[in-house]
């Protein structure tokens, strides 16, 4: 019986835009990921999902606006709505949804990713 | 479209042991409380809780030992386990549960709370 940290999650990976399962709570997933550059547009259709910045700051870009969010920050970007994440910089973030949620929602492509337990 | 700052929150209230949903995702709730003290022992029979220390340090016993929580670490009480989370001074704490978990569980009593929107 042992508390996650989350900063020495962080510490056991150096790839972007992977997001790696550090708890489940019921069906839920927790994720960590790295993230730099631009992601690409996508929705998810069935759910919610929430952004909380851990580390550096990021921006989601929706169709009609853009969120600006800094260490310590949470947006949920709801069900269906368009968004693309950005970070100038390495930007770390912690991810609440569903576990069965794919990383680019319908848009799919290569940046598809697999959610790898840590 | 603007983001949830945390530490923003948590300056609104001074009250203990009462969560405020800062943010929801689908049927679940992102709630923030400040805590001190002991809290009752209590289980939640259909599901699992999320604890993340945002601030501070806490415990949650369990009745087969005790878990340390310290600043940016997490720790998921699985459904149908009896816990008490205790801190020795002031703790802000970070839960994630579904909306319609009541914070002392199937234990009751007068520590009871109605989680209020912040």
New interface residues.
Partial sequence: ???????NKFSQFTEQWQPKR?????D?D?RIAKIEGEFVWHSHED????FLV?KGSMKIL?RD??????E?????VP?GVEHKPVADRECQILL???TDVVNTGTAGGERTATVETL
């Avoid at 019986?1 to 900063?7: L, P």
């Avoid at 550090?22 to 019921?26: E, H, K, M, P, S």
């Avoid at 759910?47 to 929430?50: I, V």
């Avoid at 606006?65 to 800094?70: P, Y």
């Fill in positions: 019986m042992q508390a996650v940290n989350i900063a550090i708890a489940t709570v019921n839920y927790v759910t919610d999902e929430m851990v929706l606006g853009e969120v600006s969010l800094n310590g920050e949470v947006y949920v069900r609440i949804e569903p």
